[in-house]
T-cell receptor, first 112, second 113 residues
Framework: GESVGLHLPTLSVQEGDNSIINCAYS??????FIWYKQESGKGPQFIID?????DKRQGQRVTVLLNKTVKHLSLQIAATQPGDSAVYFC???????????FGQGTTLQVKP | DTAVSQTPKYLVTQMGNDKSIKCEQN?????MYWYKQDSKKFLKIMFS???????INETVPNRFSPKSPDKAHLNLHINSLELGDSAVYFC????????????FGPGTRLTVT
């Protein structure tokens, strides 16, 4: 069935280090992928997205990499800050309904 | 300016009651969604509407009924609440139906006792 999963439930990094959060997806028909950040008590916040015709996209301090061959997605956060502490979700969709399928989430903990 | 707003933020009620959650977006988007987030943080889509037309209707008990009076509003009515309905419900919106980023509201924490 459809599923989007994350390899690690919790990632702990030192402030200033780079963080890499991974995601595996199973639906090869998916053509749009999004990363969301969810802080405690808040709704998911859009970080960055990527379409299947790209393999890399950069934002401010964030980079998303897409490897369609192995159906793998990653989010890289440069110079991780305490404010980056949150749960990160990858999500995928294909077709025209906009139905997002979310992964289980990775908790990022930033140590000062 | 709040882009996607939901009311109430917290809702505590007893089993068997009927309750509604309201959602409004001021982004001018055509499509709105309801998601449920369980205690393990798993997010799952329930419904979506595009300009008042139902697009996505996942396997959700028919006690849940979405209502879209206009494209800026999508409400969720739940009949005969059960303990298992306890969760955080998020409303979201996107420019239109399809592969576009979705903007989420702050969530409504529903607790059924």
């Amino acid at each position: 069935g459809e599923s989007v999963g994350l390899h690690l439930p919790t990632l702990s990094v030192q402030e200033g280090d780079n963080s890499i959060i991974n995601c595996a997806y199973s639906n090869s028909a998916s053509d749009y992928f999004i990363w969301y950040k969810q802080e405690s008590g808040k709704g998911p916040q859009f970080i960055i997205d990527i379409r299947s015709n790209m393999d890399k996209r950069q934002g401010q301090r964030v980079t998303v990499l897409l490897n369609k061959t192995v159906k793998h997605l990653s989010l890289q956060i440069a110079a991780t800050q305490p404010g980056d502490s949150a749960v990160y979700f990858c999500a995928e969709t294909g077709g025209n309904t906009g139905k997002l399928i979310f992964g289980q989430g990775t908790t990022l903990q930033v140590k000062p | 300016d709040t882009a996607v707003s939901q009311t109430p933020k917290y809702l505590v009620t007893q089993m068997g009651n009927d309750k509604s959650i309201k959602c409004e977006q001021n982004l001018g988007h055509d499509t709105m969604y309801w998601y449920k987030q369980d205690s393990k943080k798993f997010l799952k889509i329930m419904f979506s509407y595009n300009n008042k037309e139902l697009i996505i209707n996942e396997t959700v008990p028919n006690r849940f009924s979405p209502k879209s009076p206009d494209k800026a509003h999508l409400n969720l009515h739940i009949n005969s609440l059960e303990l298992g309905d306890s969760a955080v419900y998020f409303c979201a919106s996107s420019h239109t139906t399809g592969p576009y980023e979705q903007y989420f509201g702050p969530g409504t924490r529903l607790t059924v006792t």
